[in-house]
């Protein structure tokens, strides 16, 4: 039972950094807030700056048409050294 134990802590940090380099979730992270703070700023303007809402319009289009694309998608696990 201890050996068990002691196997499944060792395995671990070994099970975790391959997690988060396969799943990207930093990558990810930036992604979303990248996209939040865009979907802000169009919002601020639309209703402090007086912007168009053609001009807001075809801003947010071309920013989704970039953005998409860069989403981090699933990754290789690290190699070693």
Request: without cysteine; charged residues 20%; glycine residues 6%.
């Amino acid at each position: 039972m201890v050996r068990t134990i002691v196997a499944v802590l060792a395995a671990l940090p070994g099970f975790m950094t391959t997690m988060i380099g396969t799943f990207k979730f930093a990558a990810r992270s930036d992604w979303f807030w990248t996209k939040h703070h865009m979907m802000d700023a169009l919002g601020r303007q639309l209703e402090y700056e007086g912007k168009n809402e053609q001009a807001v319009s075809e801003n947010l289009t071309q920013f989704i048409i970039r953005h998409e694309s860069a989403w981090p998608s699933f990754g290789q696990a690290p190699k070693q050294p």
